[in-house]
DNA sequence: AGATTGATCCAT
DNA sequence: TGGATCAATCTG
């Protein structure tokens, strides 16, 4: 089998699409690929396998996190050491610790000084180019981040420079997992019910087939 | 339904 | 400085 490089075929997602308002970012973001490049150890790629491992993730599930005014987003209470990167430039992770076990990856967006991030939720890890029954599906935040070996060493990478993680289009890859396009189911958010108002935000985007 | 686990944030 | 909280997950 030829190896293709997937990586020169995919488009890169650039600061324009990111920078919009997130609610749209977020939709916008399902059926994106999401590539995570992991340096393997030294001695290991010396005996013969590749020196890096990529891992292909089609985003399947995103929330929107939503401005200061967003009671269940972590920036309503304002500019903390934590949260000054939803306040920065869009296409950066947020990376934090939830419950002292799992990570969350967020990707910040929207202009420079309004809060705001999308969170990936739920990928299917393409494994290989065969049918889709081959592929992974990880449904929640800390899967996502335990999957795709992601911690807080990624917070604050630029998205659209990295080479460890960043999300690219592929047209012509979506279609062979869904040749048919796809629909969106909208929803609440999770885990958010101290939010007031914010609680019942449609702010939840999750990919579905269609006619599923 | 309960346990897990530690960074974060705000009130002492 | 203490302690409540938490954008989650697993087990039973």
Redesign the pocket.
Known sequence: MTPINWLRIMKRLRKKFYERNTIKVARDLLGKFLIRIIARPHRQAKLGGQSKKKIIALITET?A?HGPKDL????S??R????EV?FGLAGRA?V???????Y?F?IVTGKENFPA?V?IRGVEIINNLKPKTYNQLIS?????CRELKIDRSLNKENLLKSKKLFVVEDKKLLKKYYPQGFKIKIGK????D?AGEYRNKPWRFILSCRGG
Not at 80 to 83: A, F, G, I, V
Not at 189 to 192: C, D, E, K, L, P
């Open positions: 929330e996190y269940a987003s972590h920036a209470r304002g903390t050491k934590r949260t939803m947020y934090y610790l939830i419950y002292g076990m799992y969350c967020n991030a969170l929640g935040p800390g899967k996502v958010r999770v885990g958010v101290y």
